[in-house]
């Protein structure tokens, strides 16, 4: 019997893999996105093309992955996004851990977030300063 695929489901595994909040992927997907739309989406089980396309960009995983979803493809659509470190065969030595990776580019990205957002509150501080002046 075939498993259904639930895609919705399966973002909700990637974006946990990758630990990555409901509302950080929210904020990544724009302004009209929000945890509970987040929240409401992962229990969709089909997601329309265009939403998955960003989802996949955000996330930096296939949309394959979204649409195909069992264990041994999930492993496997990671291991081959990068590259040359990615090993098949029954006895593979895996030098690395590919969703480690995943995770120091999502780091990377948060710390730009906040580091942005102190700018933000800084330049808010100066023109407040310069309002009451």
């Given at each position: 019997m075939e498993q259904k695929i639930h895609q919705g489901r399966n973002v909700k595994r990637f974006r946990e893999m990758l630990g990555i909040k409901q509302e950080a992927l929210a904020y990544d997907l724009g302004e009209d996105w929000n945890q509970k739309k987040i929240s409401?989406?992962?229990?969709?089980?089909?997601?329309?093309?265009?939403?998955?396309?960003?989802?996949?960009n955000s996330l930096k995983?296939?949309?394959?992955a979204f649409q195909n979803f069992n264990e041994e493809q999930a492993i496997n659509v990671i291991a081959n996004t990068f590259g040359d470190?990615?090993?098949v065969g029954k006895n593979p030595t895996i030098n690395f851990n590919p969703i480690e990776e995943v995770k120091k580019l999502h780091e990377e990205k948060i710390a730009l977030f906040e580091r942005m957002l102190k700018e933000k509150d800084e330049m808010?501080?100066?023109l407040e300063k310069l309002i009451i002046k």
């Open positions: 409401i989406l992962e229990q969709k089980d089909v997601i329309e093309d265009n939403l998955l396309r960003q989802i996949s995983i296939p949309v394959e470190n990615a090993c808010l501080a100066k």
